[in-house]
């Protein structure tokens, strides 16, 4: 599956940002889904992942009640609805995907595809 991450940008801290990352090749409603983030200097972290039919949603402790993860299969298009932003967000966030599509997992390695990424900077 080739992926297509896009959304980020500038954006004033409490202000909102939604990623879009599109699918294409593998069947995309079969995946897991999930969202990274890197910061400069900084380890590649776990943002959130949801699972083949949306069911089942797994998010970071630092990003729970401000970021939402969800998917439209018919687009073949998953989501990261980013609200109240802080400066500690700011990374270079990629997507990615899990043949395992019943699982919502934390574990990047556990991703066989990924995408390029999109810049997400938060001004104080």
Do not use: H
């Not at 998953?78 to 599509?101: F, H, I, W």
């Amino acid at each position: 599956v080739q992926l297509q991450a896009s959304g980020g940008g500038l954006v004033q801290a409490g202000g909102s940002l939604r990623l879009s990352c599109a699918a294409s090749g593998r069947t995309f409603s079969s995946n897991g889904m999930g969202w990274f983030r890197q910061a400069p200097a900084k380890e590649r972290e776990f943002v959130a992942a949801i699972n083949w039919n949306g069911g089942s949603l797994n998010y970071a402790d630092p990003v729970k009640g401000r970021f939402t993860i969800s998917r439209d299969n018919a687009k073949n298009t998953v989501y990261l609805q980013m609200n109240s932003l802080k400066p500690e967000d700011t990374a270079v966030y990629y997507c990615a995907a899990d043949k395992r599509g019943w699982v919502t997992e934390s574990d990047a390695d556990k991703y066989d595809a990924w995408g390029q990424g999109t810049q997400v900077t938060v001004s104080s």
